[in-house]
């Protein structure tokens, strides 16, 4: 079911920031074989000290492992979808949650798994969750730990659509491929603008709008764009 072992994990955090860096890459899917998306993390992946636990490991090894991961989705500067195939539970869920877009397969699931285990939700979910749907339905699966079927997490909000299994990887491709063929600079700047959004003031939120504004203005794409719509042509973007 794709549990994440710390060596994927650390392939995934490296993959999402070399992508960042790669003018060549406009545009990350994050999907998985099988027939499940991420049944969270792999506890048996994860390198053993040989020393007894102190106190503060454990909000050390959630701050480098699950935070950093959900970071690096957060912070990648590619638009990145999430196409969840099937089952995503816990840190897998989150890892879905994070991402720009969510596309999700018609069997596909979302298990907040921790209170069935008797641990507080990590790997940001506490902060993901009720920026997307709100606290009372955050909560609710939280408190619970129930399954939410990918119709049900659609109608919520926590999903952009709902496929049926056979058509997702083609959507996914379809859609990578309209944002990879975009001004990538400027989505980037989207990306950050609302991601902090939620977080800040207007006044703060406006100065920052400004700012990227300011910053785009300075693209080739941002010139192509402009161009284009002055010559009643199709612009072409080239990702700088």
């Known amino acids: 079911m794709n549990a994440v072992t710390w060596d994927q994990r650390e392939r995934i955090i490296a993959l999402l920031d070399a992508a960042s860096a790669d003018p060549g890459i406009r545009a990350v899917v994050i999907t998985a074989t099988g027939t499940g998306f991420c049944a969270g993390a792999d506890l048996r992946g994860t390198p053993q000290t040989g020393r007894e636990r102190i106190a503060g490991d454990v909000a050390r090894t959630i701050r480098l492992g699950a ?92 999903v952009n659509r709902v496929v049926p299994a056979q058509e997702l990887a083609k959507t996914a491709r379809e859609w990578a491929e309209r944002l990879a063929a975009g001004p990538t600079r400027a989505l980037a700047l989207t990306k950050q603008l609302v991601n902090a959004s939620l977080g800040t003031d207007r006044a703060t939120a406006f100065a920052a709008e400004a700012a990227a504004q300011e910053i785009n203005m300075t693209t080739r794409d941002a010139n192509e764009g402009v161009a284009s719509f002055v010559e009643r042509r199709t612009p072409r973007y080239e990702g700088h």
């Open 67 to 158: 935070q950093r991961l959900i970071g690096a989705v957060l912070d990648c500067e590619k638009p990145v979808i999430a196409a969840v195939n099937g089952t995503a539970a816990g840190i897998g869920a989150h890892l879905a949650f994070a991402c720009d877009l969510v596309l999700a397969a018609e069997p596909a699931k979302f298990i907040e798994v921790f209170v069935r285990r008797g641990l507080v939700p990590d790997g940001g979910g506490a902060y993901l969750l009720p920026r997307l749907i709100g606290p009372h339905r955050a909560k609710e699966l939280m408190f619970f730990g129930d399954a939410l079927p990918a119709a049900e997490a659609e109608r919520i909000g926590l």
